[in-house]
């Protein structure tokens, strides 16, 4: 459905600043149907790449395509008309404050030249679509985050778009707002067919709703894959640093100030084991404890489901021996249990 093709941009040098290159040769294939996230630091060029799949940036080289229409290569007017086939929502809702909740989801259809007979059933079922019905004649000022969010989304989905777009849509919101919005996008996903790109910098927002993720870092496409194989098994550094906010996996503040990089004296082993699919249930620990003569003391842990698949992490300490030799790594390898070394404590 969306189709990124070696796309670069450069921002030009201007008399205060050097050039930036936001975007390096990236090549992303988003499948019809599914949600595909982008996840990456600020400044990595996440918001330069949605820009340029929905024409509002020409690409320096390269093309994006969507379902088959060359988004760069269309004439103003065009990309206006293209432009109705791809919604956007935004992390600040970017909501009209003169108008209702009601006059902004219909706005788009109003700019469409779409007749008013059809506009009024159409906003009134998205309203009812994202659960807002009662709130149609309140102005945004009267709406709490959540509520201003759900009328942004209504206003891209106005246009019946293939496409949803969204631009960190929820980091302004409070967790549990924010796994209410994520939901909505999902069911609107299953119920609608919109195929739906979201750029965000947490992962839980990613693990909760996308299928698939892309990891950006200095306007590079550094590592892709499907949540759960990114979620467990991150290639690179930088998407190892974002599983850091998903539960279970953080260090204890406490444990992390005594963290040493080698073994002194008295000190234990810490590592960071990752159980995933059908072996995450099986009792590995109490094995690996009985069968090799370990002490193992659990600091830390949570088994989570990433899309109705288990997994689970646990920060344990090891007598330092079993690190050293090999033993304990590869008898957890055993069971597909990955393991990171994470350093030694007193
Ligand atoms: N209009 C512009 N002119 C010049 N440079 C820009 C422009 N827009 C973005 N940049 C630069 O391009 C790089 C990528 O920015 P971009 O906004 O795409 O990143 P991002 O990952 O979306 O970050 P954030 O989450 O902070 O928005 C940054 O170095 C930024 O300073």
Redesign the pocket.
Known sequence: MIRVESLS?I??A?AK?VA????KDVDIAVRRGEIYGVI????????????AVNGLERPTSGRVLVDGVDIGALTDSDLRAERRKIGMIFQHFNLLSSRTAYDNVALPLEFAGVDRAVIRPRVEALLDLVGLSDKRDRYPVELSGGQKQRVGIARALATEPKVLLS??ATSALDPETTRSILALLAEINRTLGVTIML?T?EMAVVKDVATRVGV?ED?LLIEEGDVYDVVTRPRTDTARSFLGTLAGREIPPGLAARLRPSPEGTTTALIRLGFTGSRSTEPVISRLSRELGLDVAVLQGQVDEIGGRPFGTLIVSLPNAALADGSAERFLAHYDVATERLGHVA
């Open positions: 941009r921002y030009p201007t600043s930036v290159t936001a975007l990456g630091r600020s400044g990595a060029g996440k918001s330069t790449l949605l820009r631009d960190e750029i910098h950006m306007g």
